[in-house]
């Protein structure tokens, strides 16, 4: 059964600075290097956030592009509705379980007109349907390849989820099911590859980030 997570607002001022361009902002090295700084200033906003923990991610909403999320380290979360210029500090009220102490590091996070996901890692995966205001933690299977890396909202219920083993799912129903997009992960190549006499094989390690 999906547990139904609650947020509350924590406030927002400032002692680490997030960087957002203005669209266009990126240029060549040999016109970086011409530029004034002038030029850059007025290229560039800094804004500061009320937190000294390291930020992972930010994603804003192709369907109204003044909302946003940044994700980061110890469950910092926090979002803006009007482009960045004003950055509100969220936090889980009943994130653990049973009473857990955990502190999770939030590493991704994506928006797609009212679906919202993030993930975080110890291994989990939330998912808003209401831009936001509500949460849901989708369970995950003890038999997931990898550790869950990245994943992609594509619309109302739908999203694509990446693992460390380079697993790719797409769900269609808000995370209820899940079908696989790869034949097989890499580690699966790997030891087939290597089970298969190829010399040298067995060498190849790693993971996908």
Do not use: C, M
């Amino acid at each position: 059964e999906d547990q139904v997570l609650t947020t509350r607002e924590t406030g927002a001022i400032s002692r680490h600075a997030l960087l957002r361009g203005a669209t266009g902002a990126a240029a060549t090295a040999s016109g970086a290097a011409a530029a004034s700084a002038e030029e850059v200033d007025q290229t560039w906003v800094q804004y500061d956030l009320n937190t000294g923990e390291t930020l992972y991610d930010i994603d804003f909403d192709a369907e109204d592009p003044l909302h946003g999320f940044v994700v980061g380290a110890r469950g910092l979360f926090y979002e803006t509705k009007d482009g960045g210029k004003r950055w509100v500090s969220r936090s889980f009220t009943n994130l653990g379980k049973g009473g857990d102490n955990i502190s999770y590091r939030f590493q991704n996070v994506t928006v797609f007109g009212d679906d919202v996901w993030i993930i975080g890692k110890p291994a989990l995966l939330l998912h808003s349907k209401d831009s936001g205001k509500s949460w849901k933690r989708v369970p995950l299977s003890r038999k997931l390849p990898g550790d869950p890396k990245l994943i992609l909202a594509k619309g109302p219920g739908k999203a694509e989820l990446a693992t460390s083993s380079g697993a790719v799912y797409l769900t269609e129903n808000d995370g209820k099911n899940w079908r696989s997009l790869v034949k097989e992960t890499v580690d699966a190549t790997l030891n087939r590859v290597s089970s298969s006499g190829v010399q040298g094989a067995s060498y190849f390690t790693g993971s996908v980030k």
